[in-house]
Protein backbone atom coordinates (compact mmCIF):
# COMPACT_ATOMS: atom_id res chain seq x y z
CA UNK A 1 0.00 0.00 0.00
CA UNK A 2 2.63 2.47 1.12
CA UNK A 3 4.21 1.70 -2.10
CA UNK A 4 1.34 2.65 -4.25
CA UNK A 5 1.08 5.66 -2.41
CA UNK A 6 4.54 6.78 -3.00
CA UNK A 7 4.41 5.48 -6.68
CA UNK A 8 1.35 7.95 -6.68
CA UNK A 9 2.90 10.95 -5.64
CA UNK A 10 5.59 10.64 -7.69
CA UNK A 11 2.75 10.20 -10.63
CA UNK A 12 1.42 13.23 -9.76
CA UNK A 13 4.44 15.49 -9.58
CA UNK A 14 5.81 14.25 -13.41
CA UNK A 15 2.21 14.77 -14.80
CA UNK A 16 3.19 18.50 -14.95
CA UNK A 17 6.17 17.56 -17.09
CA UNK A 18 4.72 14.47 -19.35
CA UNK A 19 7.73 14.70 -21.81
CA UNK A 20 9.90 13.52 -19.20
CA UNK A 21 7.47 10.89 -17.22
CA UNK A 22 7.84 9.30 -20.73
CA UNK A 23 11.23 9.05 -19.95
CA UNK A 24 11.35 7.99 -16.01
CA UNK A 25 11.45 4.10 -17.00
CA UNK A 26 15.70 4.90 -18.18
CA UNK A 27 16.25 6.93 -15.07
CA UNK A 28 17.87 5.67 -11.89
CA UNK A 29 16.31 6.21 -8.33
CA UNK A 30 18.57 8.61 -8.17
CA UNK A 31 18.11 10.87 -11.03
CA UNK A 32 14.28 9.88 -10.41
CA UNK A 33 14.83 12.03 -7.36
CA UNK A 34 16.88 14.93 -8.67
CA UNK A 35 13.96 15.68 -11.53
CA UNK A 36 11.44 15.95 -8.01
CA UNK A 37 13.74 18.71 -7.02
CA UNK A 38 13.88 20.04 -10.23
CA UNK A 39 10.07 20.13 -10.91
CA UNK A 40 9.17 21.27 -6.94
CA UNK A 41 11.15 23.96 -7.77
CA UNK A 42 9.99 25.32 -10.97
CA UNK A 43 11.89 24.28 -13.63
CA UNK A 44 8.92 21.90 -15.39
CA UNK A 45 10.45 24.33 -18.58
CA UNK A 46 13.77 21.85 -18.89
CA UNK A 47 11.59 19.11 -20.19
CA UNK A 48 9.13 20.39 -22.51
CA UNK A 49 10.82 19.77 -25.85
CA UNK A 50 12.34 15.73 -24.50
CA UNK A 51 12.19 13.38 -26.76
CA UNK A 52 9.97 10.30 -26.39
CA UNK A 53 11.74 7.23 -24.62
CA UNK A 54 14.57 5.57 -27.10
CA UNK A 55 15.76 9.13 -28.92
CA UNK A 56 18.34 10.93 -27.05
CA UNK A 57 18.66 8.60 -24.06
CA UNK A 58 22.10 9.30 -23.95
CA UNK A 59 21.98 12.42 -23.85
CA UNK A 60 19.48 12.74 -21.05
CA UNK A 61 21.16 10.59 -18.78
CA UNK A 62 24.23 13.30 -19.46
CA UNK A 63 21.67 15.86 -18.48
CA UNK A 64 21.01 14.54 -15.11
CA UNK A 65 25.07 13.74 -14.73
CA UNK A 66 25.26 17.63 -15.29
CA UNK A 67 22.03 18.23 -12.25
CA UNK A 68 23.81 16.15 -10.54
CA UNK A 69 27.35 17.84 -9.93
CA UNK A 70 25.36 21.17 -10.15
CA UNK A 71 23.56 20.12 -6.92
CA UNK A 72 26.59 18.14 -5.59
CA UNK A 73 28.71 21.18 -5.54
CA UNK A 74 26.24 24.06 -4.22
CA UNK A 75 25.66 24.26 -0.42
CA UNK A 76 22.26 22.96 0.36
CA UNK A 77 21.70 21.59 -3.65
CA UNK A 78 20.44 22.75 -6.40
CA UNK A 79 16.77 23.66 -4.35
CA UNK A 80 18.79 26.00 -1.77
CA UNK A 81 20.57 27.67 -5.06
CA UNK A 82 16.66 28.33 -7.17
CA UNK A 83 14.98 29.54 -3.51
CA UNK A 84 18.25 32.17 -3.29
CA UNK A 85 17.89 33.31 -6.55
CA UNK A 86 14.52 33.70 -6.55
CA UNK A 87 15.00 35.82 -3.47
CA UNK A 88 17.77 37.87 -4.55
CA UNK A 89 16.12 38.54 -8.59
CA UNK A 90 12.88 39.83 -6.55
CA UNK A 91 15.05 42.03 -4.32
CA UNK A 92 16.75 43.52 -7.84
CA UNK A 93 13.67 43.79 -9.52
CA UNK A 94 12.57 46.07 -6.57
CA UNK A 95 16.12 48.04 -6.70
CA UNK A 96 16.46 47.25 -2.89
CA UNK A 97 19.48 48.16 -1.53
CA UNK A 98 21.58 45.26 0.64
CA UNK A 99 22.53 48.42 2.95
CA UNK A 100 19.61 49.70 3.97
CA UNK A 101 19.15 50.60 7.84
CA UNK A 102 23.17 50.74 7.98
CA UNK A 103 25.33 53.29 8.99
CA UNK A 104 28.73 53.17 7.58
CA UNK A 105 31.74 54.36 9.82
CA UNK A 106 35.60 54.08 9.50
CA UNK A 107 36.68 50.56 11.58
CA UNK A 108 39.96 50.09 12.96
CA UNK A 109 42.95 48.58 11.78
CA UNK A 110 46.80 49.19 11.66
CA UNK A 111 48.64 51.43 9.37
CA UNK A 112 52.14 50.61 8.57
CA UNK A 113 54.73 52.40 7.09
CA UNK A 114 57.57 50.45 5.11
CA UNK A 115 60.78 50.46 6.83
CA UNK A 116 60.42 51.95 10.21
CA UNK A 117 60.49 50.26 13.90
CA UNK A 118 56.91 48.77 14.16
CA UNK A 119 57.18 47.67 10.29
CA UNK A 120 59.92 45.41 10.79
CA UNK A 121 58.42 44.44 14.34
CA UNK A 122 55.50 43.37 12.61
CA UNK A 123 58.01 41.18 9.94
CA UNK A 124 59.59 39.53 12.24
CA UNK A 125 57.12 38.22 14.20
CA UNK A 126 54.95 37.55 11.05
CA UNK A 127 58.14 34.97 9.97
CA UNK A 128 57.61 33.39 13.76
CA UNK A 129 53.78 32.85 12.32
CA UNK A 130 54.46 31.66 9.09
CA UNK A 131 54.92 27.80 10.01
CA UNK A 132 51.65 27.72 11.79
CA UNK A 133 50.23 29.22 8.30
CA UNK A 134 48.60 27.78 5.26
CA UNK A 135 48.52 29.79 1.71
CA UNK A 136 45.38 29.51 -0.28
CA UNK A 137 45.45 30.88 -4.00
CA UNK A 138 42.97 31.62 -5.87
CA UNK A 139 43.62 30.99 -9.17
CA UNK A 140 40.67 29.95 -11.54
CA UNK A 141 40.72 32.90 -14.42
CA UNK A 142 42.21 32.59 -17.58
CA UNK A 143 44.42 35.78 -19.13
CA UNK A 144 41.64 36.66 -21.78
CA UNK A 145 41.39 39.99 -20.62
CA UNK A 146 45.00 40.82 -20.55
CA UNK A 147 45.62 39.40 -24.17
CA UNK A 148 47.18 36.48 -22.91
CA UNK A 149 45.67 33.01 -23.73
CA UNK A 150 47.55 31.11 -21.26
CA UNK A 151 46.69 31.18 -17.32
CA UNK A 152 47.62 33.60 -15.24
CA UNK A 153 49.47 32.26 -12.57
CA UNK A 154 51.71 30.71 -15.88
CA UNK A 155 52.56 34.43 -17.08
CA UNK A 156 56.09 36.36 -16.25
CA UNK A 157 55.98 38.44 -13.04
CA UNK A 158 58.68 40.15 -14.75
CA UNK A 159 60.73 39.32 -17.74
CA UNK A 160 64.34 40.09 -16.31
CA UNK A 161 64.76 36.55 -14.94
CA UNK A 162 60.99 35.15 -16.68
CA UNK A 163 59.67 34.00 -13.65
CA UNK A 164 56.23 33.20 -13.62
CA UNK A 165 53.83 34.23 -11.14
CA UNK A 166 53.39 30.67 -10.01
CA UNK A 167 57.16 30.03 -9.44
CA UNK A 168 57.30 33.18 -7.35
CA UNK A 169 54.56 32.52 -4.97
CA UNK A 170 55.71 28.73 -4.06
CA UNK A 171 59.71 30.57 -3.93
CA UNK A 172 57.61 33.01 -1.06
CA UNK A 173 56.28 30.56 0.79
CA UNK A 174 59.36 28.44 1.11
CA UNK A 175 61.57 31.10 1.78
CA UNK A 176 58.87 32.09 4.51
CA UNK A 177 58.57 28.39 5.69
CA UNK A 178 62.56 28.42 5.97
CA UNK A 179 62.95 31.47 8.21
CA UNK A 180 60.07 30.69 10.06
CA UNK A 181 61.89 27.71 11.08
CA UNK A 182 65.37 29.00 11.70
CA UNK A 183 63.28 31.40 14.43
CA UNK A 184 61.01 28.07 15.73
CA UNK A 185 61.43 27.34 19.15
CA UNK A 186 61.50 24.26 18.96
CA UNK A 187 63.37 23.53 16.22
CA UNK A 188 61.01 21.12 14.25
CA UNK A 189 60.47 21.02 10.49
CA UNK A 190 56.88 22.10 9.48
CA UNK A 191 56.36 22.34 5.33
CA UNK A 192 53.60 25.22 4.92
CA UNK A 193 50.72 24.05 3.29
CA UNK A 194 49.41 25.74 -0.37
CA UNK A 195 46.25 25.26 -1.52
CA UNK A 196 45.25 26.24 -5.37
CA UNK A 197 41.65 26.77 -6.27
CA UNK A 198 41.34 26.18 -9.86
CA UNK A 199 38.50 25.95 -12.80
CA UNK A 200 37.56 23.80 -15.44
CA UNK A 201 39.58 26.27 -17.53
CA UNK A 202 42.88 26.36 -15.23
CA UNK A 203 43.18 23.13 -13.63
CA UNK A 204 44.96 20.66 -16.48
CA UNK A 205 47.04 23.67 -16.91
CA UNK A 206 47.80 24.38 -13.70
CA UNK A 207 48.83 20.86 -12.72
CA UNK A 208 50.77 20.68 -16.17
CA UNK A 209 52.87 23.82 -15.02
CA UNK A 210 53.51 22.31 -11.75
CA UNK A 211 54.45 19.12 -12.88
CA UNK A 212 56.91 20.31 -15.85
CA UNK A 213 58.59 22.25 -13.41
CA UNK A 214 59.06 20.14 -10.41
CA UNK A 215 56.60 22.44 -8.39
CA UNK A 216 59.29 24.34 -8.45
CA UNK A 217 61.15 23.44 -5.28
CA UNK A 218 58.08 22.77 -3.10
CA UNK A 219 57.08 19.09 -2.02
CA UNK A 220 54.50 17.62 -4.21
CA UNK A 221 52.70 16.72 -0.74
CA UNK A 222 53.03 20.11 0.15
CA UNK A 223 50.25 21.35 -2.84
CA UNK A 224 46.71 20.80 -3.31
CA UNK A 225 44.77 21.57 -5.92
CA UNK A 226 40.90 21.98 -5.22
CA UNK A 227 38.46 22.86 -8.34
CA UNK A 228 35.17 24.75 -8.21
CA UNK A 229 32.54 23.98 -10.46
CA UNK A 230 30.17 26.48 -12.46
CA UNK A 231 26.48 27.29 -11.47
CA UNK A 232 23.80 27.15 -13.45
CA UNK A 233 22.60 30.35 -15.19
CA UNK A 234 19.04 31.60 -14.67
CA UNK A 235 16.72 32.73 -17.93
CA UNK A 236 14.22 35.21 -16.04
CA UNK A 237 13.02 36.59 -12.72
CA UNK A 238 11.48 33.16 -11.56
CA UNK A 239 14.61 31.83 -11.26
CA UNK A 240 14.16 29.12 -14.37
CA UNK A 241 17.45 27.44 -15.38
CA UNK A 242 18.39 28.45 -18.78
CA UNK A 243 19.18 25.71 -21.42
CA UNK A 244 21.73 25.64 -23.44
CA UNK A 245 20.64 27.52 -26.66
CA UNK A 246 22.39 24.66 -28.85
CA UNK A 247 21.52 21.61 -26.65
CA UNK A 248 17.98 21.56 -25.06
CA UNK A 249 19.66 18.47 -22.97
CA UNK A 250 22.32 20.91 -21.28
CA UNK A 251 22.07 23.19 -18.73
CA UNK A 252 24.33 26.75 -19.38
CA UNK A 253 26.91 27.05 -16.55
CA UNK A 254 29.11 29.98 -15.50
CA UNK A 255 31.55 30.75 -12.77
CA UNK A 256 30.21 31.56 -9.62
CA UNK A 257 33.20 33.36 -8.33
CA UNK A 258 36.14 32.84 -5.91
CA UNK A 259 34.06 32.95 -2.90
CA UNK A 260 33.76 29.17 -3.45
CA UNK A 261 37.20 29.23 -2.39
CA UNK A 262 35.20 29.00 1.50
CA UNK A 263 33.12 26.18 0.51
CA UNK A 264 36.07 23.64 -1.12
CA UNK A 265 37.88 23.92 1.79
CA UNK A 266 35.07 23.36 4.27
CA UNK A 267 33.99 20.29 2.38
CA UNK A 268 37.99 19.18 1.40
CA UNK A 269 38.35 17.95 5.14
CA UNK A 270 41.80 20.20 5.03
CA UNK A 271 40.62 22.53 8.13
CA UNK A 272 40.28 19.54 10.37
CA UNK A 273 44.01 18.21 9.14
CA UNK A 274 45.40 21.39 9.63
CA UNK A 275 43.96 22.45 13.18
CA UNK A 276 45.20 18.85 13.82
CA UNK A 277 49.07 19.95 12.76
CA UNK A 278 48.72 22.90 15.19
CA UNK A 279 48.13 25.45 12.37
CA UNK A 280 46.57 28.86 13.15
CA UNK A 281 46.20 31.16 10.30
CA UNK A 282 44.89 30.90 6.41
CA UNK A 283 46.05 33.61 3.82
CA UNK A 284 44.02 33.95 0.48
CA UNK A 285 45.35 36.24 -2.29
CA UNK A 286 44.84 36.59 -6.03
CA UNK A 287 46.35 35.45 -8.83
CA UNK A 288 48.23 38.30 -10.31
CA UNK A 289 49.83 41.09 -7.53
CA UNK A 290 53.78 40.90 -8.07
CA UNK A 291 54.32 42.95 -4.75
CA UNK A 292 52.09 41.01 -2.69
CA UNK A 293 54.67 38.79 -0.80
CA UNK A 294 56.23 42.36 0.12
CA UNK A 295 52.95 42.55 2.36
CA UNK A 296 52.73 39.04 3.73
CA UNK A 297 54.71 39.04 6.77
CA UNK A 298 54.19 42.40 8.65
CA UNK A 299 50.39 41.87 7.98
CA UNK A 300 50.43 38.20 9.21
CA UNK A 301 52.39 39.79 12.46
CA UNK A 302 49.63 42.36 13.06
CA UNK A 303 47.35 39.38 13.01
CA UNK A 304 49.05 37.78 15.73
CA UNK A 305 49.49 40.83 17.16
CA UNK A 306 46.13 42.23 17.11
CA UNK A 307 44.61 38.70 17.77
CA UNK A 308 42.47 40.02 14.44
CA UNK A 309 39.98 36.93 13.48
CA UNK A 310 40.18 38.57 10.04
CA UNK A 311 42.78 41.01 8.73
CA UNK A 312 41.75 42.54 5.03
CA UNK A 313 45.46 43.94 3.30
CA UNK A 314 44.62 47.08 1.76
CA UNK A 315 46.41 50.56 0.48
CA UNK A 316 45.97 53.95 0.95
CA UNK A 317 42.54 54.62 -1.31
CA UNK A 318 41.36 58.14 -2.96
CA UNK A 319 37.97 59.44 -2.38
CA UNK A 320 35.47 58.04 -5.24
CA UNK A 321 38.90 55.60 -6.63
CA UNK A 322 37.38 52.64 -8.05
CA UNK A 323 38.51 50.72 -5.79
CA UNK A 324 35.94 48.97 -3.09
CA UNK A 325 36.46 50.49 0.78
CA UNK A 326 36.43 48.65 3.67
CA UNK A 327 34.10 49.95 6.00
CA UNK A 328 32.46 49.02 9.41
CA UNK A 329 28.33 48.85 8.66
CA UNK A 330 26.12 49.07 11.59
CA UNK A 331 22.32 48.63 11.86
CA UNK A 332 19.90 50.61 13.69
CA UNK A 333 19.10 46.84 15.28
CA UNK A 334 22.32 47.05 16.39
CA UNK A 335 24.02 44.58 14.02
CA UNK A 336 27.67 45.53 12.81
CA UNK A 337 29.98 44.14 10.40
CA UNK A 338 33.23 44.92 8.57
CA UNK A 339 33.64 44.47 5.06
CA UNK A 340 34.59 45.73 1.80
CA UNK A 341 32.25 48.12 0.30
CA UNK A 342 32.18 48.74 -3.75
CA UNK A 343 33.45 52.24 -4.23
CA UNK A 344 30.30 53.29 -5.88
CA UNK A 345 28.03 52.02 -3.36
CA UNK A 346 30.14 53.50 -0.95
CA UNK A 347 29.81 57.02 -1.50
CA UNK A 348 25.75 57.66 -1.69
CA UNK A 349 26.16 55.07 1.46
CA UNK A 350 27.69 58.02 3.09
CA UNK A 351 25.62 60.81 1.67
CA UNK A 352 22.59 58.80 2.85
CA UNK A 353 24.06 58.94 6.59
CA UNK A 354 24.55 62.09 7.11
CA UNK A 355 27.59 62.57 5.20
CA UNK A 356 26.88 65.54 2.41
CA UNK A 357 29.76 65.30 0.38
CA UNK A 358 29.86 61.57 0.47
CA UNK A 359 33.46 59.95 0.09
CA UNK A 360 36.01 62.57 0.65
CA UNK A 361 39.77 62.72 1.52
CA UNK A 362 41.04 63.51 4.74
CA UNK A 363 43.96 65.37 6.52
CA UNK A 364 46.41 62.35 5.23
CA UNK A 365 45.31 63.19 1.40
CA UNK A 366 43.70 59.59 0.84
CA UNK A 367 40.19 58.51 2.11
CA UNK A 368 39.71 57.38 5.27
CA UNK A 369 37.93 54.25 4.10
CA UNK A 370 41.18 51.90 2.77
CA UNK A 371 41.26 50.63 -0.37
CA UNK A 372 40.45 46.90 -0.24
CA UNK A 373 43.27 44.57 -2.14
CA UNK A 374 41.38 40.74 -1.85
CA UNK A 375 44.18 39.58 0.56
CA UNK A 376 42.88 37.93 2.98
CA UNK A 377 44.71 36.59 6.61
CA UNK A 378 42.16 34.45 8.51
CA UNK A 379 42.59 32.74 12.00
CA UNK A 380 42.15 28.72 11.28
CA UNK A 381 39.84 28.17 14.41
CA UNK A 382 36.93 30.49 14.36
CA UNK A 383 36.61 30.38 10.55
CA UNK A 384 36.40 26.19 10.85
CA UNK A 385 33.61 27.34 13.13
CA UNK A 386 32.20 30.05 11.03
CA UNK A 387 31.71 27.37 7.87
CA UNK A 388 30.22 24.66 10.00
CA UNK A 389 27.53 27.31 10.78
CA UNK A 390 27.35 28.24 6.80
CA UNK A 391 28.48 24.99 5.10
CA UNK A 392 31.03 27.17 3.44
CA UNK A 393 28.11 29.51 1.75
CA UNK A 394 29.12 32.97 1.25
CA UNK A 395 26.56 35.97 0.67
CA UNK A 396 25.60 35.99 -2.79
CA UNK A 397 24.33 38.35 -5.17
CA UNK A 398 23.18 38.36 -8.40
CA UNK A 399 23.69 40.67 -11.40
CA UNK A 400 21.18 41.17 -14.24
CA UNK A 401 21.35 43.30 -17.48
CA UNK A 402 17.87 43.56 -17.71
CA UNK A 403 16.44 44.65 -20.98
CA UNK A 404 14.44 47.48 -20.30
CA UNK A 405 12.82 49.49 -17.10
CA UNK A 406 10.26 46.92 -16.47
CA UNK A 407 12.94 44.80 -14.80
CA UNK A 408 10.68 41.41 -16.27
CA UNK A 409 13.17 40.40 -18.97
CA UNK A 410 17.21 40.03 -19.35
CA UNK A 411 19.01 40.62 -22.00
CA UNK A 412 21.05 37.01 -21.93
CA UNK A 413 20.91 35.00 -18.46
CA UNK A 414 22.50 36.03 -15.51
CA UNK A 415 23.66 33.36 -12.29
CA UNK A 416 24.54 33.74 -8.57
CA UNK A 417 27.81 35.34 -7.89
CA UNK A 418 29.71 35.36 -4.62
CA UNK A 419 33.36 36.64 -3.23
CA UNK A 420 35.88 35.49 -1.14
CA UNK A 421 36.28 39.09 0.83
CA UNK A 422 32.76 38.71 1.38
CA UNK A 423 33.29 35.84 4.46
CA UNK A 424 32.36 38.70 6.75
CA UNK A 425 28.94 39.37 6.07
CA UNK A 426 28.10 36.63 8.44
CA UNK A 427 30.62 36.88 11.33
CA UNK A 428 28.62 37.90 14.84
CA UNK A 429 29.81 41.45 16.54
CA UNK A 430 31.99 40.42 18.65
CA UNK A 431 34.57 38.68 15.88
CA UNK A 432 37.64 40.83 15.79
CA UNK A 433 37.63 42.01 12.25
CA UNK A 434 40.24 44.70 11.13
CA UNK A 435 42.84 45.40 8.09
CA UNK A 436 46.69 46.61 7.75
CA UNK A 437 47.35 49.13 4.81
CA UNK A 438 50.64 49.20 3.49
CA UNK A 439 51.81 51.66 0.76
CA UNK A 440 50.59 51.07 -2.66
CA UNK A 441 54.20 50.85 -4.15
CA UNK A 442 55.11 48.24 -1.97
CA UNK A 443 51.79 46.01 -1.46
CA UNK A 444 49.91 46.49 -4.77
CA UNK A 445 50.32 45.94 -8.68
CA UNK A 446 47.96 43.84 -9.78
CA UNK A 447 48.03 42.73 -13.64
CA UNK A 448 44.66 42.32 -14.98
CA UNK A 449 43.67 44.91 -18.27
CA UNK A 450 45.00 44.75 -21.85
CA UNK A 451 47.25 47.17 -23.76
CA UNK A 452 44.27 48.89 -25.43
CA UNK A 453 41.96 48.68 -21.74
CA UNK A 454 44.91 50.21 -19.58
CA UNK A 455 45.88 52.77 -22.35
CA UNK A 456 42.68 54.92 -22.14
CA UNK A 457 42.50 55.03 -17.94
CA UNK A 458 42.33 58.80 -17.21
CA UNK A 459 45.97 59.85 -16.65
CA UNK A 460 46.85 59.18 -13.07
CA UNK A 461 44.50 56.29 -12.02
CA UNK A 462 46.23 52.87 -12.39
CA UNK A 463 47.02 51.49 -15.53
CA UNK A 464 46.62 47.64 -13.47
CA UNK A 465 48.60 46.02 -16.75
CA UNK A 466 51.25 43.64 -17.55
CA UNK A 467 53.70 47.04 -18.31
CA UNK A 468 52.66 48.78 -15.21
CA UNK A 469 52.91 45.36 -13.13
CA UNK A 470 56.26 44.83 -14.33
CA UNK A 471 57.32 48.34 -13.63
CA UNK A 472 56.10 48.08 -10.50
CA UNK A 473 58.17 45.60 -9.68
CA UNK A 474 61.03 46.94 -10.73
CA UNK A 475 59.83 50.46 -8.58
CA UNK A 476 59.07 48.50 -5.23
CA UNK A 477 63.10 46.71 -4.98
CA UNK A 478 64.86 50.16 -6.15
CA UNK A 479 63.09 51.79 -3.38
CA UNK A 480 63.84 48.87 -0.79
CA UNK A 481 67.57 49.47 -1.65
CA UNK A 482 66.94 52.72 -1.51
CA UNK A 483 66.03 52.68 2.19
CA UNK A 484 68.29 50.00 2.76
CA UNK A 485 71.37 52.73 2.02
CA UNK A 486 71.90 52.23 -1.55
CA UNK A 487 71.62 54.80 -3.87
CA UNK A 488 69.88 54.25 -6.88
CA UNK A 489 69.14 56.42 -10.11
CA UNK A 490 65.85 57.86 -10.40
CA UNK A 491 63.66 56.84 -12.36
CA UNK A 492 62.65 58.04 -16.37
CA UNK A 493 59.19 58.38 -17.62
CA UNK A 494 58.36 56.50 -20.79
CA UNK A 495 55.38 55.65 -22.91
CA UNK A 496 54.93 52.12 -23.02
CA UNK A 497 51.89 50.84 -24.92
CA UNK A 498 50.50 54.21 -24.48
CA UNK A 499 51.04 53.85 -20.89
CA UNK A 500 53.20 56.73 -19.09
CA UNK A 501 55.43 54.65 -16.35
CA UNK A 502 58.24 55.11 -14.29
CA UNK A 503 61.40 53.20 -15.81
CA UNK A 504 63.42 52.64 -13.01
CA UNK A 505 66.67 50.12 -12.58
CA UNK A 506 65.58 46.78 -13.49
CA UNK A 507 66.37 45.16 -10.22
CA UNK A 508 65.55 41.72 -8.88
CA UNK A 509 66.03 38.66 -6.41
CA UNK A 510 64.86 35.28 -5.29
CA UNK A 511 62.78 35.96 -2.13
CA UNK A 512 65.53 33.63 -0.41
CA UNK A 513 67.49 36.65 -0.89
CA UNK A 514 65.42 38.58 1.63
CA UNK A 515 62.05 38.36 2.51
CA UNK A 516 62.12 40.77 4.87
CA UNK A 517 63.31 44.38 5.32
CA UNK A 518 65.64 43.46 8.26
CA UNK A 519 67.34 40.88 6.13
CA UNK A 520 67.42 42.64 3.39
CA UNK A 521 69.73 45.77 5.65
CA UNK A 522 72.08 43.19 6.51
CA UNK A 523 73.24 42.37 3.49
CA UNK A 524 73.91 45.49 1.88
CA UNK A 525 76.62 47.41 3.14
CA UNK A 526 78.96 50.38 2.57
CA UNK A 527 78.25 53.27 -0.03
CA UNK A 528 76.49 51.18 -3.22
CA UNK A 529 75.40 53.31 -6.53
CA UNK A 530 73.24 51.43 -9.08
CA UNK A 531 72.39 53.72 -12.38
CA UNK A 532 69.07 54.00 -13.79
CA UNK A 533 69.88 52.03 -16.50
CA UNK A 534 71.37 48.92 -15.00
CA UNK A 535 70.19 45.43 -14.04
CA UNK A 536 70.79 43.20 -11.56
CA UNK A 537 69.52 39.73 -10.81
CA UNK A 538 70.12 37.71 -7.71
CA UNK A 539 69.23 34.50 -7.57
CA UNK A 540 71.04 32.92 -4.82
CA UNK A 541 71.03 33.51 -0.76
CA UNK A 542 73.90 34.45 0.47
CA UNK A 543 74.77 37.43 -2.14
CA UNK A 544 76.08 40.44 0.27
CA UNK A 545 76.36 44.07 -1.50
CA UNK A 546 79.34 46.01 -0.19
CA UNK A 547 80.74 49.04 -2.07
CA UNK A 548 79.12 48.25 -5.17
CA UNK A 549 78.67 50.84 -8.26
CA UNK A 550 76.70 49.29 -10.81
CA UNK A 551 76.46 51.03 -14.24
CA UNK A 552 75.49 47.92 -16.49
CA UNK A 553 73.76 44.54 -16.22
CA UNK A 554 75.10 42.36 -13.53
CA UNK A 555 73.63 38.43 -13.21
CA UNK A 556 74.84 36.63 -9.82
CA UNK A 557 73.65 32.87 -9.46
CA UNK A 558 74.94 30.85 -6.05
CA UNK A 559 74.24 28.13 -4.30
CA UNK A 560 73.06 28.16 -0.79
CA UNK A 561 76.73 27.11 0.54
CA UNK A 562 78.86 29.86 -1.34
CA UNK A 563 78.88 33.23 0.31
CA UNK A 564 79.73 35.87 -2.31
CA UNK A 565 80.16 39.86 -2.19
CA UNK A 566 79.18 41.98 -4.90
CA UNK A 567 81.62 45.41 -4.63
CA UNK A 568 83.95 46.99 -7.11
CA UNK A 569 83.18 48.73 -9.92
CA UNK A 570 81.38 47.29 -12.46
CA UNK A 571 80.53 49.17 -15.74
CA UNK A 572 78.97 47.47 -19.02
CA UNK A 573 76.94 48.12 -22.21
CA UNK A 574 73.93 46.27 -20.02
CA UNK A 575 70.51 45.41 -21.49
CA UNK A 576 68.70 47.75 -23.33
CA UNK A 577 64.99 48.49 -23.41
CA UNK A 578 63.22 47.89 -27.01
CA UNK A 579 59.66 49.71 -27.14
CA UNK A 580 57.33 46.97 -29.23
CA UNK A 581 53.70 47.27 -30.55
CA UNK A 582 50.70 44.91 -28.42
CA UNK A 583 49.34 44.49 -32.10
CA UNK A 584 52.74 42.91 -33.28
CA UNK A 585 51.88 39.18 -33.89
CA UNK A 586 55.71 38.54 -34.48
CA UNK A 587 56.16 38.44 -30.90
CA UNK A 588 55.10 36.21 -27.98
CA UNK A 589 51.75 37.46 -26.09
CA UNK A 590 54.44 37.46 -22.86
CA UNK A 591 56.11 40.03 -24.22
CA UNK A 592 53.89 42.54 -26.64
CA UNK A 593 50.98 43.16 -23.65
CA UNK A 594 54.42 44.84 -21.82
CA UNK A 595 55.43 47.15 -24.48
CA UNK A 596 58.48 46.07 -24.90
CA UNK A 597 61.35 43.83 -24.80
CA UNK A 598 65.10 43.56 -23.10
CA UNK A 599 67.81 42.78 -25.30
CA UNK A 600 70.55 41.63 -23.46
CA UNK A 601 73.77 43.44 -25.13
CA UNK A 602 76.52 42.78 -22.42
CA UNK A 603 76.24 41.58 -18.74
CA UNK A 604 78.62 40.16 -16.29
CA UNK A 605 77.51 37.01 -15.43
CA UNK A 606 78.90 34.87 -12.40
CA UNK A 607 77.68 31.63 -11.28
CA UNK A 608 78.98 29.89 -8.09
CA UNK A 609 78.82 26.24 -7.91
CA UNK A 610 80.89 25.19 -5.38
CA UNK A 611 81.13 26.21 -1.33
CA UNK A 612 83.46 28.90 -0.22
CA UNK A 613 83.78 32.37 0.30
CA UNK A 614 84.13 34.96 -2.77
CA UNK A 615 84.08 37.78 -4.12
CA UNK A 616 83.61 39.57 -7.43
CA UNK A 617 86.12 42.19 -6.64
CA UNK A 618 89.14 39.23 -6.99
Known amino acids: ?55 CDKEKIGFF ?47 LTFGDETFIEMEKRGVVEARKAAFVLVAGGLGERLGYNGIKVALPRETTTGTCFLQHYIESILALQEASLTVASDGSQTDIPFII ?150 DPLLRASGFPDGDVNCETGYSPFPGNINQLILELGPYKEELQKTGGAIKEFVNPKYKDSSKTSFKSSTRLECMMQDYPKTLPPTARVGFTVMDIWLAYAP ?100 NLSLDGALIVDSIDDAEVKLGGSIKNNGWTMETIDYKDTSVPEEIRIRGFRLNKVEQLEKKFTQPGKFSLED
Open 447 to 546: VKNNPEDAAKVPKGNPYHSATSGEMAIYRANSRILQKAGVKVGEPVKQVLNGQEVEVWSRITWKPKWGMIFSDIKTKVTGNCEISQRSTMAITGRNVFID
Open 197 to 346: MTSDDTHSRTQDLLELNSYFGMKPTQVHLLKQEKVACLDDNDARLALDSNNKYKIQTKPHGHGDVHSLLYTSGLLDKWLDAGLKWVLFFQDTNGLLFNAIPASLGVSATKQYHVNSLAVPRKAKEAIGGITKLTHADGRSMVINVEYNQL
Open 65 to 111: DQIARLNSSYPGGLAAYIKTAKELLADSKLGKNPYDGFSPSVPSGEN
Open 1 to 55: MASSTVESSVSDIFSTAPALQSNIGILSPDQIELAKILLENGQTHLFMHWSERGV
